[in-house]
Structures are given as C-alpha cells and as structure tokens.
C-alpha cells in the first residue's frame, strides 16, 4: 500500500520536482565528498600526515570506508589468526568484516535481528568460515554469548556496533584481547568531553542523539586495557584502536580524542549506485 501510494504521489508535477531537487542536492553532496577526499585532502595541514588513517579509506561492504582503513591497519602491524568477532552486523551484507569473510577470514557474529540468517543460508560459501548468534546484547550477558560461540581471546579484530549501550558492552568485553578495535562513538560530542549515556540494560536506541558515548569516554576506557586510539573514520562515525604492544611507531600520535576526533559528516556520505552483497571468498 504504502509503495502504491509513493508511485502515485509521483505522478504529481509538484511533489515530482520536489524530488528531483533532493535527488540534485544528494549528487551535489556526493561530488563535494569525493572531490575532497580524491583531490583537498592532501593539501590539509591535518590530513596529509601519511600517519593519518582517512586516506585509505574504501568501502565493499563497509559504510564509512571501514574496509580500506582495516586493510591499511593489518598492513602496518601484520595479521596473526585472521579472527573476527563483530556485534552488531545487520543484515550481513553491509558491515565492517563481511568483505573479511571475502578474503578468507573466519569469524563471529552476534546481532538482535536474525536478518543475518538468511544472508549466510544463501551463501553455503560463507558457512564454513562464520558462527552467528541472534540476540539481544547487553554488559551482563556478552561474555556468555561470547564463550557460547567460542571465540577465541586472541583474535586479530573486534567490531562494536550496537547503537545505544556500546560503552558498558565493550566494558563486558573484558576477557577478550584483540589486536585491533572498531567502535562506534558519538561524534556529536565535542572531543574533549568524557560521556556516555546511562545504562539501561533493556533500552534501545530510539534515534536520538542520547545514545552511545563520546570518544573521550572510549579513549579512557580502551587505555585502560592497553589500547591507543589511532584514528577515526572521515564520516565521524567510528574509532579505531590498536592494542599498545603492536603500535610502535606506526600511528600517529597522540593517541587521543582530541587528536583523532572527527564530527559528523555522515550529510556527505556518497550513496551508491547498487545494492550490496557479500564477495565470493577468494
């Protein structure tokens, strides 16, 4: 009914042009993007520090240029196991290791919607290199799901991506030791400031900007357990950590919020021309 009614209001000259006008706008948006990244980033006294993580951002599967800056992580410090674990997948073709799994990775995935499912049914490929479990995460259960699964402590890469409770799901982490985190912090506060929402096991995001936590509160707590902040992604979504042992010299420090910190840019996220799949294994 509803798509019945959109191909109708289409049939308007008004609500037509209307958008058309969003769709230009949306182009606009997605040219400016590209150009800046492809042609102004190298000319900012911020970004052309070959330390910085943003210029090798690239998305297959990934939706802020994750996979390029995973790839450009694991080549600075090497890979060991090849393990993921992520929480928070969707429906499995668009996440941070979906494009992983491509390259011959195995892993884990743990999400509330059980979407995911059908994706790896579809693909018997993916079958024998992934574990899922659907449910719904909190800090007091996470450590159950992740020994149910049997995920490894060591393991080269975790992905956080729940929304609404990451800052007390990633404190349930704590017996795990990957090599390299990913997870989503709230960019609409600013750098310096140490926050996250109260926890509320049961609660889930409800779309407004009182979610997750500031990148300060993550930069403390990963400090905590031996991981330096090392950079986020342009779009202001995701921090990027690797555990001190590995670090060296290879990132840029310092290895805090406000060095890494990126706002909100995700208005200029380009939009893609085809719908995304999981890559055969190669």
């Known amino acids: 009914m509803r798509d019945r009614l959109r191909r109708l209001a289409r049939r308007i000259p008004l609500y037509r042009d209307v958008l058309e006008i969003r769709d230009q706008i949306r182009v ?3 040219m ?15 970004y052309r520090d070959p330390l910085r993580l943003h210029r ?5 599967n990934s939706q802020n240029g994750e996979d390029g800056i995973i790839g450009e992580i694991f080549r600075r410090i090497g890979e060991t196991n090849r393990v993921f674990l992520e929480i928070g997948v969707g429906n499995g073709n668009q996440n941070n290791t979906a494009f992983l799994l491509s390259q011959g990775w195995t892993g884990y995935w743990i999400d509330g919607d059980p979407s995911f ?8 490929d993916l079958s024998a290199g992934l574990k899922g479990k659907v449910g719904f995460v909190t800090r007091e259960n996470i450590g159950a799901m992740v020994r149910e699964l049997g995920v490894p402590s060591e393991l080269d890469l975790l992905s956080l991506d729940v929304d609404q409770n990451t800052y007390y799901i990633l404190e349930g982490l704590d017996a795990l030791r990957p090599r390299v985190m990913i997870v989503e912090y709230n960019s609409l ?3 310096a400031v140490d926050w996250k929402v109260s926890y509320d096991a049961r609660r889930m995001w ?3 900007p009182n979610a997750g936590a500031s ?5 403390r707590l990963g400090a905590s357990r031996g991981y330096c902040l090392v950079g986020c992604d342009f779009n202001g979504v995701n921090a990027f950590f690797v555990r001190d042992d590995h670090v060296g010299d290879r990132f840029l420090a310092p290895y805090t919020a406000e060095n890494h910190y990126e706002p909100s840019r995700l208005v200029y996220t380009p939009h893609r021309m085809f719908g995304q799949t999981i890559l055969e294994r190669a």
């Open 189 to 191: 506060v600013p750098a």
């Open 28 to 30: 606009l948006r997605t």
């Open 56 to 60: 090798h951002e690239h998305s297959v």
């Open 206 to 208: 409800d779309g407004s």
């Open 117 to 124: 499912e059908a994706t790896v049914a579809a693909r018997p």
């Open 32 to 46: 400016e993007a590209l150009r800046y990244r492809d042609f102004e980033m190298e000319r900012s006294e911020r």
């Open 215 to 219: 990148l300060k509160a993550l930069e």
